[in-house]
C-alpha cells in the first residue's frame, strides 16, 4: 500500500519521491561545518568524514571504508591497509585546507525529514538511474573483451548481484525505514529490525565493492580498451564513491539518531 507523508517546516519546498512519499523541506541552506581545527589519527573514520565531508575522496583514494568500517581510527585503519597514516594524515589535512572558505555541509545539523529527502534525492535516484545502465552495459564488456581479461565475467556477476541487493534495499527503505523514521512516536523494537536489516545489506554491498575494486585492479584500463570498457570502469568508480558516501550517511547520522551504536546491530 502506498504511503503519503508530508512534514510542514518554516518556509518548506514540497519534493515528492516514488512510492507516493512527499517530503516538505526548509528553503534554508544546511549548516556549514565551522570548526575546521586538526585532527589526530585516533579520531574514528567515520568522525573526519562527519566533520569534513571532503575527506570522504581521500580515504576512497586509498580503498579505506569510511562507511561499514568507519568506527576504526586512521591509525587502525592504515595499520590493516598497511598504510603510512602520516601520509594519510598529510592528505585529510590538504583535502580541508583546499576546502576552506567553501561551503561544507554537515548533515548532523538537518531534521531527520531532510536527511531523509537528501538520502534519497541524491543517491536513491543515481542508483535507479545508474543500476540499469550498468548491468547491460558489464555485459557487453566482458562478452566482447571476456577473451582476454577473464576478470571481467566475474565483474559482471559483481555488477548483477549489486543490482539484485541495492534495487530491493532502496524500495525496502522508502517503503518500510524511511516513514517509520518519519512517524511522530516509531516503535523501537520495529525500528531495531528495520535496521538491522539495513547494516546487514550494507555489509553486504561493501564486501561486493571490495570485490569489484579487486577485480578491476583499482580500476586499471589496458591501453586497447574500447570506449565502452572505459565507460564501465568510469562509471563503476562513480558508483563506489557514491554508495560509500550513501552508507556512511545512513549508518553514522541516520542511524545513531534512533539506535544506540555502542553495541552493532550486525556484524
Known amino acids: 500500500m502506498e504511503q503519503s507523508i508530508e512534514m510542514v517546516l518554516p518556509n518548506p519546498r514540497v519534493v515528492s519521491f516514488q512510492h507516493g512519499i512527499q517530503i516538505a523541506l526548509p528553503l534554508e541552506n544546511p549548516g556549514e561545518i565551522k570548526d575546521m581545527s586538526m585532527i589526530s589519527t585516533q579520531k574514528t573514520i567515520a568522525e573526519w568524514v562527519l566533520d569534513h565531508s571532503e575527506c570522504a575522496s581521500v580515504f576512497q583514494r586509498h580503498h579505506i571504508d569510511f562507511c561499514c568500517r568507519g568506527h576504526l581510527t586512521v591509525d587502525e585503519a592504515c595499520d590493516q591497509k598497511g598504510l603510512n597514516p602520516k601520509t594519510i594524515l598529510e592528505d585529510l589535512n590538504r583535502a580541508i585546507a583546499e576546502r576552506q572558505g567553501g561551503p561544507s555541509v554537515d548533515y548532523r545539523t538537518l531534521s531527520t525529514v531532510a536527511l531523509i529527502a537528501h538520502i534519497i534525492q541524491t543517491h536513491h535516484e543515481y542508483l535507479r538511474k545508474t543500476l540499469p545502465f550498468l548491468r547491460p ?46 512517524t511522530k512516536n516509531p516503535d523501537k523494537s520495529l525500528v531495531d529490525s528495520q535496521f538491522t536489516l539495513m547494516a546487514e545489506d550494507h555489509l553486504l554491498v561493501g564486501e561486493l565493492l571490495a570485490r569489484m575494486r579487486k577485480t ?10 574500447c570506449n565502452s570498457y572505459r565507460t564501465l570502469f568510469s562509471e563503476l568508480e562513480q558508483l563506489e564513491g557514491d554508495i560509500l558516501r550513501h552508507v556512511h550517511l545512513e549508518n553514522h547520522v541516520l542511524m545513531p539518531r534512533f539506535v544506540s551504536t555502542s553495541t552493532p546491530l550486525s556484524h
Open 137 to 182: 552495459l558489464a555485459s557487453k564488456v566482458a562478452r566482447v573483451h571476456g577473451d582476454t581479461n577473464a576478470n571481467l565475467h566475474e565483474l559482471e556477476l559483481i555488477v548483477f548481484e549489486l543490482v539484485e541487493t541495492l534495487l530491493p534495499h532502496l524500495d525496502a527503505e522508502e517503503q518500510e525505514l524511511f516513514p517509520l523514521l518519519m
Open 216 to 225: 578491476t585492479n583499482q580500476f586499471r584500463l589496458p591501453q586497447a580498451a
